[in-house]
């Protein structure tokens, strides 16, 4: 994966890193821990401003964001509930932990939007509560966009701060930093999915 994410950025530049933060914000799996630092790379190297590349992934990320708390808007949580009910084992989540970020919301709302977008799988998430629990949308693009954008500086940095240390090919530098990051990823899904259990149901009494 990190090759293609190379090469694409490679080719098409700052449009590359917009659309492949797109897709991470729409398909995780793809990790902005990866996209970022290789385009920081890059932007040491040369071929690409660092200021640049900082607003074309905050936009394309930003993108994705809008797309899910539209998507979630329209659905409405309610109509959530039948599909974590039947998939919730395999997106290890169910209908208590929606409720928990719902009465969450209603305590910290816009700050607790900032917030996740800084944290590592949460932050392509959180769109979706967002929309279901009809954020005000002015809040919820100016708190992703502040909270996106420091995400975003901090993994190019790091990844222009390796490309000024180490000159060599972006692959040589940021290959296996990235496989090691998909690896990390993909081993915390699978201990969350065999560990994860459903909250017990409550069992009232007459």
């Not at 169910?94 to 700050?111: K, L, V």
């Not at 929309?131 to 693009?141: D, E, H, M, P, W």
């Not at 180490?166 to 990235?178: A, M």
């Amino acid at each position: 994966m990190s090759d293609w994410i190379i090469n694409l950025i490679e080719q098409t530049t700052y449009l590359g890193v917009a659309f492949l933060m797109f897709l991470e914000t729409v398909f995780p799996p793809i990790p902005s821990e990866v996209i970022m630092p290789v385009a920081g790379v890059a932007a040491a190297q040369g071929t690409m401003n660092i200021w640049g590349v900082i607003a074309s992934g905050t936009a394309g990320a930003m993108l994705g964001n809008y797309f899910w708390y539209l998507a979630a808007r329209v659905i409405g949580i309610q109509r959530f509930k039948p599909f974590t009910d039947r998939y919730g084992r395999w997106l290890t989540i169910d209908w208590h932990e929606i409720e928990r970020a719902q009465a969450m919301f209603g305590r910290f709302g816009s700050a607790f939007v900032f917030i996740a977008r800084m944290l590592p799988t949460v932050r392509s998430l959180i769109s979706i509560p967002a929309g279901f629990l009809k954020l005000r949308l002015s809040s919820f693009v100016i708190w992703s966009t502040l909270g996106t954008a420091i995400w975003t500086g901090a993994l190019t940095g790091a990844g222009y701060w390796l490309g000024r240390r180490f000159e060599s090919r972006i692959d040589d530098v940021v290959g296996p930093i990235s496989n090691a990051v998909i690896v990390l990823i993909l081993a915390t899904y699978l201990w969350r999915l065999i560990f994860w259990r459903p909250a017990p149901k409550d069992i009232s009494h007459d």
